[in-house]
């Protein structure tokens, strides 16, 4: 119940969002759509105070993530920004996850060999179905598929090192995140739908929220200086 307040507000500004694409409201969804991680960001910093390296990454992250918000509703024709911007958020996220990992790298070997095939699978499976549509955008679908893989791997690899109810929180999180890709790539490449716009902005909302709690809960069981 520590988190109600915020909980609650975070759900309007959900619902708000959801709103403004499904009655087409363009100039409020502008200005609602960075709200969303700067309330994360504001959040996580007020319940976490950055006192370790991986709360520093994990906010790290969520900034990049903000700015390319910011980006894709403001300057929707810089593509490649976007796109990079992401990128790091999703480089930072996968760098505060192996801290964790690192903390006992030799607990749950089976576990990781697992989460290896998984993602592996997954990862190529994704970039099987969609590459046929890319068209020129060969190699920043790799370059996704290979981030998306990674960071759902590095949530895996959490196992055993920090709380449960962070490790759960942070891997439904991170498997969002990847859903959102997922979406992204068929509504960009394939079949673009205002029920996938929905849908992916739902995963979207729901992966950083996710992945936020999961830091703010987290408790290393190895090394709680990292």
Do not use: W
Not at 120 to 146: E, H, K, Q, S, W
């Amino acid at each position: 119940m520590q988190h109600k307040a915020f909980n609650v507000l975070y759900l309007l500004v959900f619902l708000l969002l959801l709103s403004t694409v499904f009655f087409e409201y363009a100039g409020i969804y502008q200005v609602a759509r960075p709200c969303v991680l700067i309330l994360l960001s504001i959040y996580f910093y007020i319940r976490t105070k950055l006192k370790g390296r991986f709360h520093k990454r994990l906010f790290t992250g969520l900034l990049f993530a903000g700015i390319a918000d910011f980006l894709s509703v403001s300057f929707p024709q810089q593509g490649t920004y976007v796109f990079a911007t992401y990128n790091l958020a999703a480089i930072f996220y996968i760098r505060a996850f192996y801290l964790d990992f690192r903390s006992a790298q030799e607990l749950d070997k089976r576990g990781a060999r697992i989460g290896i095939v998984i993602c592996t699978i997954l990862g190529m499976g994704f970039y099987g179905y969609i590459r046929p549509y890319l068209n020129g955008d060969v190699f920043p679908a790799m370059l996704c598929t290979f981030l998306t893989s990674m960071l759902l791997m590095m949530a895996i690899f959490r196992n055993h090192r920090v709380n449960k109810t962070s490790f759960n929180l942070i891997l439904l999180g991170a498997a969002c995140l990847a859903i959102t890709v997922v979406l992204f790539a068929i509504n960009k490449y394939k079949a673009s739908s205002d029920i996938n716009t929905l849908l992916m902005l739902s995963s979207y909302m729901a992966g950083q929220y996710l992945v936020v709690m999961g830091g703010v809960e987290r408790k290393l069981l190895k090394l709680d200086s990292i």
